[in-house]
């Protein structure tokens, strides 16, 4: 079982930066791959990046990549999304979520996720 709490949302300008991060809880937070997901109103819950357990395997939805970076630090049970160059369109309320195997760009392979953190971008 694991539990995830994300944080580092808020309101930014379009060009902006922002960090989010999840913790975990759990002992076995190593052995999980991590996503993070986003949601806008309306719209169905879509992928943003994913980091297996090692943090050697990176996947990103093509509208973040070269934006985005993903990575974990598994000292500290957490994972992080950097987002840069941030647009109006990336507002949504972000979500992370893990699975105990690979990486996987699917909401339905994730069996834990937090409660999720809203990104605001203003133009």
């Known amino acids: 079982q694991v539990q995830l709490v994300e944080s580092g949302g808020g309101l930014v300008q379009a060009g902006g930066s922002l960090r989010l991060s999840c913790a975990a809880s759990?002992?076995?937070?190593?052995?999980?791959?991590m996503g993070w997901f986003r949601q806008a109103p309306g719209e169905e819950r879509e992928f943003v990046a994913a980091?297996?357990?090692?943090?050697?395997?990176?996947h990103y939805a093509d509208s973040v990549k070269g934006r985005f970076s993903i990575s974990r630090d598994n000292g500290q049970n957490t994972v992080y999304v950097q987002m840069n160059s941030l647009k109006p369109e990336d507002t949504a309320v972000y979500y992370c979520?893990?699975?105990?195997?690979?990486?996987?760009?699917?909401?339905?392979?994730?069996?834990?996720w937090g409660q999720g953190t809203q990104v605001t971008v203003s133009s």
């Open positions: 979520a893990a699975r105990p195997y690979g990486t996987s760009r699917f909401v339905y392979d994730y069996p834990y």
């Open positions: 759990g002992r076995t937070f190593s052995s999980y791959a």
């Open positions: 980091i297996n357990w090692s943090g050697g395997i990176t």
